[in-house]
């Protein structure tokens, strides 16, 4: 605004005041996602339990509803599940930092081999094509999956959401 006034173009102020108000509102949910995020991790209650208390912080900083689908029981080692929970936990910060999302769901279920995440939303998706190679969450979402082994896949298109996978064996548990 202050570049358009000095150079003399006419504003409007209703655009300008929306634009900072999103801004500002944008700027709000990270600073809550920040300082969420410096809180300790503990996994003592389970995966489970932890993916719980995360979406039920997304859906108190975010106009967004989230659920958690999960199987009982899950038998995954305390390494394996920390991952998930980072892989999660970057997930979710990607789609309230641009999916502009209003639903996220996230479904932990097991086979008798492995165990899949996986994490959805129905915001504005995007062209796969064109990933932000400078990015890190998508870098350390695939590299955490092939620490412990794992399938990592992604799908989105522009309109219609993005959809994560990311399967681990069960084995090798610690």
């Not at 990270?30 to 995966?47: A, C, D, I, K, T």
């Amino acid at each position: 605004a202050q570049a358009a006034i000095e150079a003399g173009t006419q504003i409007q102020p209703v655009d300008v005041l929306s634009r900072i108000g999103e801004n500002a509102r944008q700027a709000v949910r990270e600073m809550r996602l920040f300082l969420y995020e410096m809180q300790p991790v503990s996994l003592e209650e389970g995966l489970v339990a932890v993916l719980h208390q995360r979406l039920n912080a997304v859906e108190g900083r975010a106009d967004m509803k989230a659920r958690l689908l999960n199987d009982e029981n899950i038998q995954l080692g305390k390494d394996k599940e920390i991952a998930l929970y980072f892989i999660a936990q970057e997930a979710l910060n990607n789609i309230l930092k641009h999916a502009y999302a209003k639903n996220v769901m996230v479904e932990l279920r097991q086979t008798r081999q492995h165990v899949v995440l996986e994490i959805s939303d129905d915001g504005r998706g995007f062209d796969m094509k064109n990933i932000n190679a400078g990015g890190m969450g998508l870098r350390n979402m695939r590299e955490r999956t092939l620490q412990m082994n794992g399938k990592f896949r992604m799908t989105s298109k522009p309109g219609r959401g993005t959809k994560i996978y990311i399967s681990v064996n069960k084995k090798n548990q610690e």
